[in-house]
């Protein structure tokens, strides 16, 4: 399975951006997908998440009330809409998939990841 993610860019602060995760002839049922981030000498890192199988979502903290992440069913893709973006959200993205990632968000175990879109941010 292959996690297609997209809509990386540079961005000023303040702006906003939408990721985009896919997996073209693959159904998300029954799994959660996240999106995790890694910035530059720091380890990954929880951004976001949300289980297939009824919607809920959950947020890391630094994020909470400016990204929101989203799913489209006839498209079988995840979003994650950023707004007012800041420069300690530069890293680079990638979301993941796998059946029992909403138990806790934790990277371990995770079947599938996709390459990741890098997010820059100026201020």
């Known amino acids: 399975v292959q996690l297609q993610a997209s809509g990386g860019g540079l961005v000023q602060v303040g702006g906003s951006l939408r990721l985009s995760c896919a997996a073209p002839?693959?159904?998300?049922?029954?799994?959660?997908i996240a999106w995790f981030r890694q910035a530059p000498g720091k380890e990954r890192e929880f951004v976001a998440g949300?289980?297939?199988?009824?919607?809920?979502?959950d947020y890391a903290d630094s994020v909470k009330g400016r990204f929101t992440i989203s799913r489209d069913n006839d498209k079988n893709s995840v979003y994650l809409q950023m707004k007012n973006l800041k420069p300690e959200d530069t890293a680079v993205y990638y979301c993941?998939?796998?059946?029992?990632?909403?138990?806790?968000?934790?990277?371990?175990?995770?079947?599938?990841w996709g390459k990741g879109t890098q997010v820059t941010v100026s201020s």
């Open positions: 993941a998939a796998d059946r029992w990632l909403g138990a806790s968000w934790t990277m371990s175990g995770v079947d599938y």
């Open positions: 002839g693959f159904t998300f049922d029954d799994y959660a």
């Open positions: 949300i289980r297939w199988s009824d919607g809920s979502t």
